[in-house]
T-cell receptor, first 115, second 114 residues
């Protein structure tokens, strides 16, 4: 096991609902990043958290938000779910040193289906 | 990712032959380039990575080369085996926000024919 765990593994939600996904980082890592991976595509960067603050964001609307806790675990919250939000959501932890992230390790992901 | 281009999108090779995947990046400040292998329904697994101060790195049948001047890097798999069949993603540490973020290519589906 890589040490990065995500929950839940699968989730079905209705359009308009809200969802919270959870991630625990690997021991020794201090940064958590979230990615959205649609079927047949590469992971798309949502945002990154370091020291409990967002320090990088991709091209995702404000209804995608997150938190990082003192133990480096993290949550991804998505409000007002849309059908296009259906995807695999991956969390990755890493070690941020000298303005660079190393050792990105992914969790198994949460498969979100919006109906 | 918009900052990283990956080619080809699909690659079919005969068992025992070599496979090469190429990626280009746009930001010369990028300093770290990992490669991931993702099997169907599983998480991306780091297979090799290279930092910008190194030109080449090898690990058994897998090697990565980096050309900083041309801003491209490549994955080489030699003596391919059926278990090498998967989707491979390149990535680059791209400056974003207050610190760097990892941007991914669109992926290459590699099929090794027995």
């Amino acid at each position: 096991e890589t040490g990065v765990t995500q929950s839940p593994t699968h989730l079905i939600k209705t359009r308009g609902q809200q969802v919270t996904l959870r991630c625990s980082s690997q021991s020794g890592h201090n940064t958590v990043s979230w990615y959205q991976q649609a079927l047949g595509q590469g992971p798309q960067f949502i945002f990154q958290y370091y020291r409990e603050e967002e320090n990088g964001r991709g091209n995702f609307p404000p209804r995608f938000s997150g938190l990082q806790f003192p133990n480096y675990s993290s949550e991804l919250n998505v409000n007002a779910l849309e059908l296009d939000d259906s995807a695999l959501y991956l969390c990755a932890s890493s070690l941020l040193i000298d303005r660079a992230n190393y050792g990105y390790t992914f969790g198994s992901g949460t498969r979100l289906t919006v109906v | 990712g918009e900052n990283v281009e990956q080619h080809p999108s699909t690659l079919s090779v005969q068992e025992g032959d070599s496979a090469v995947i190429k990626c280009t990046y746009s930001d010369s400040a990028s300093n770290y380039f990992p490669w991931y292998k993702q099997e169907l329904g599983k998480r991306p697994q780091l297979i090799i990575d290279i930092r910008s101060n190194v030109g080449e790195k090898k690990d058994q049948r897998i090697a990565v080369t980096l050309n900083k001047t041309a801003k491209h890097f490549s994955l080489h798999i030699t003596e391919t085996q059926p278990e090498d069949s998967a989707v491979y993603f390149c990535a680059a540490n791209i400056p974003g926000g207050n610190d760097y973020k990892l941007s991914f290519g669109a992926g290459t589906t590699v099929t090794v024919r027995a």
